[in-house]
């Protein structure tokens, strides 16, 4: 066992004001297998590159351990496979490459292909069979999950299951569960580290942040009852501060003693005042707000929106998708579901009036409008507003919605280019929310996409029931949206 021990860490990126970390320390046991969670934009990725060295920053890191980051990037993918391996790891013996791609499930002849024929998924599972054979290595992953369906999903958290000694960012409530014994948070105003897998990391947060509110609560009511305390008091004080001057019979030395003690007790009061104050500014500021969203949709003239019937896909000779058939209704949900490669993405584009190559029939709705939400975010740049002109939707609303979504105010100014990935795929959601259409199709929309703004997006689904066709490979997010699967 040792420890990744990181001190009083500050860091901002060049040009920006404003510090990603300020003075944190926490430590790590390189024998973890670390979740590594928080909104998007707080900084995982950026905190895995402070530790690869990437860019300088104030305060230490020590470890004795060295680090790798996945994905990896493969600059020439025309290349075969086996030539990738040598690239990324010069030292690996076959035998145990092949060992450790049997526990992930990849055939040993994807080797002796052209990396870039590889699906996304067998790309991901390559690199991780590749990376686990370094030797006195920590892994930095990041979000391994993205490209993976929910078989490859399970299949991968496994065989981190069986491995030790990583940092693992998803934002995949089921993927972190199944992987990882301990967590780093980074929160609103804090990092933690503690023992458990996302779930237990979970539970204890609501249970924190219910302990301090009505903590909060009840100082509140404190400072409140303190405050009418001193009020009367003071009232009082001064009746009793009157009665020295004037006539009459009186014991001035009992009232200048009574007055003396008022005093001192209007001053015990007043500390035990801001010592609540104090103390209620302390709370809370783990707190994540969780606004609520609202999503404009215009119902459909007829009941009926989109309907299939025996559809086969073809891009050249070979079928990629064969005998699709089923109908979207108004009100529906639908999972649609299948392995990498099945078509999905395919079916979600000719539904969109891509021109896709197929047989069979596909009747749509006439005067249908579709607001359609793509996998691929690597488009995106320049301002938001002008994103947001160019889109045609209300400027406003949709800068609302991405506050909502936890973007803050002041990096909306920024290029789209320079968001971290979660915000910029939030970017796609708002627009798609605030367009007013028929008929939303979302292609893995919680991709990158944080565990806070995924319940969000959930409670927005459930409440204002859109009709939705939707690709997602996230297992709670479908359990608790679809009302139909249709399986590919
Ligand atoms: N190259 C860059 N230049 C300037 N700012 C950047 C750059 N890369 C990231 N940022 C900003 O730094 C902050 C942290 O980004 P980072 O990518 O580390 O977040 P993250 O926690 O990995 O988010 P996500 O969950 O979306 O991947 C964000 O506010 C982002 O906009
Ligand atoms: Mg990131």
Redesign the pocket.
């Known amino acids: 066992m040792s420890l990744i021990q990181v001190t009083n860490l500050t860091f901002a ?1 060049d ?2 004001y404003e510090n ?1 970390f300020e003075n944190a320390s926490f430590q790590i046991d390189t024998n973890w297998r670390l979740g590594f969670t ?10 895995l590159n402070l530790l690869l060295g990437k860019y300088e920053y104030q305060g230490s890191i020590s470890a004795s351990v060295s680090f790798s980051y996945f994905p990896y990037h493969v600059a020439d993918k025309t290349i075969f496979t086996i030539d990738v391996v040598e690239e990324i790891y010069p030292e690996y013996q076959y035998w145990q490459l092949v060992r450790e791609m049997n526990a992930l499930q990849l055939n040993e002849e994807v080797l002796y292909r052209s990396f870039e024929t590889l699906s996304n998924g067998e790309q991901t599972k390559l690199m991780l069979a590749v990376l686990f054979l370094k030797e006195n290595n920590f892994l930095l992953i ?2 391994p999950t993205n490209h993976l369906d929910i078989q490859g999903r399970e299949i991968v958290s496994q065989y981190l299951n069986s491995k030790k000694g990583y940092i693992l ?1 998803s ?1 995949d409530r089921a993927f972190l569960d199944g992987s990882v014994d301990h967590i780093l948070s ?1 929160n609103k105003a804090s990092i933690d580290v503690c023992r458990g897998n996302f779930s237990t990391w979970y539970e204890n947060k609501l249970r924190q942040d219910a302990f301090e509110q009505a903590k909060n609560e009840k100082l509140k009511q404190e400072v409140q009852r303190l405050e009418e305390t001193a009020r009367e008091k003071a009232v009082w004080s001064d009746r009793v501060e009157a009665t020295k001057i004037g006539f009459g019979p009186c014991d001035r030395g009992y009232i200048g003693h009574k007055a003396a003690k008022m005093m001192a007790r209007s001053k015990a009061i007043e500390k035990r005042q801001q010592a609540a104050i104090e103390e209620k500014s302390q709370l809370l500021k783990n707190i994540e707000r969780i606004d609520a969203l609202k999503i404009l949709q215009t119902p459909f003239h007829s009941k009926r929106l989109v309907t299939l019937r025996d559809v086969t896909i073809c891009y050249d000779k070979e079928p990629i998708c064969e005998g699709i058939t089923f109908e979207i209704q108004q009100g529906d949900r639908i999972a649609l579901q299948g392995a990498n490669g099945s078509g999905k993405s395919s079916i979600i584009k000719l539904i969109c009036g891509e021109d896709i190559p197929y047989t069979g029939e596909m009747r749509i709705g006439n005067g249908l409008s579709i607001s359609y939400v793509s996998q691929d975010t690597s488009e995106l740049r320049g301002k938001l507003t002008d994103f947001a002109r160019d889109s045609g939707i209300d400027e406003s609303l949709f800068l609302a919605l991405l506050a909502k979504l936890d973007v ?1 105010k002041r ?1 909306m100014e ?1 290029d789209m280019s ?6 910029k795929k939030k970017v796609l959601l708002a627009r798609s929310i605030c367009q007013p259409t028929h008929l939303h199709i979302w292609d893995e929309p919680m991709n ?1 996409i ?1 565990v806070i703004s995924r319940m969000q997006i959930e409670e927005l689904l459930l409440q204002f029931k859109p009709t939705i066709l939707f690709v997602e490979h996230d297992k709670v997010f479908c359990d608790n949206i679809a009302t139909k699967v249709v399986q590919l």
């Open positions: 990126y040009g920006s990603i928080g909104r998007n934009g707080r900084g995982k990725t950026t905190f990041d979000e960012v934002h980074i803050p990096q920024k320079s968001l971290s990935a979660g915000q990158y944080d």
